[in-house]
């Protein structure tokens, strides 16, 4: 059974060493990840397996009154499939509606289908592309989500 909390800054080597294997174009740092999880207008959740291992994680920005930014969304390899990754974006998209956001946006590889399959089935419309976004050849689809 998968659980989910708040990240903390526990959490940051285990963070950033997922980050490196799922975003290896462009990982956060340590430092990066402590900044982040630790700004009042940011909210970083973690899911962890049985044996509370960090399987998947997700954060947000938030400035309230304003759109909200998708910052990260990853889920390990072997745990997809299960749902995490809709969970995770239920509980950010929660806590930005509570900061007064309007709507969401976020960056997705143009060439992760699954992740902008499961945007799209969220309510999420494709806005354009950013080239370059993730590094040399590596574009961006921007995608938004108004909320109700």
Known sequence: MTTYREANSLDIPVLVSLDKALFP??????????????????RFIV??????SI????????????????LTV???PQHRGQGIARALMARIT???KSQGSTAMMLEVKTDNVEAIS???SLGYSQLNVRKDYFGKGLDALVMRKDLP
């Open 55 to 70: 399987i998947g994680y997700a954060g947000v920005f938030a400035p309230g009154g304003a759109e909200a930014d998708i």
């Open 94 to 96: 929660d806590w930005a």
């Open 74 to 76: 990853g889920v390990v």
């Open 47 to 52: 899911a962890l397996d049985t044996s509370f």
């Open 118 to 120: 499961l945007y799209e």
């Open 25 to 42: 174009y462009s990982p956060w740092s340590s430092g990066q990840y402590r900044e982040e999880i630790t700004a009042p207008t940011r």
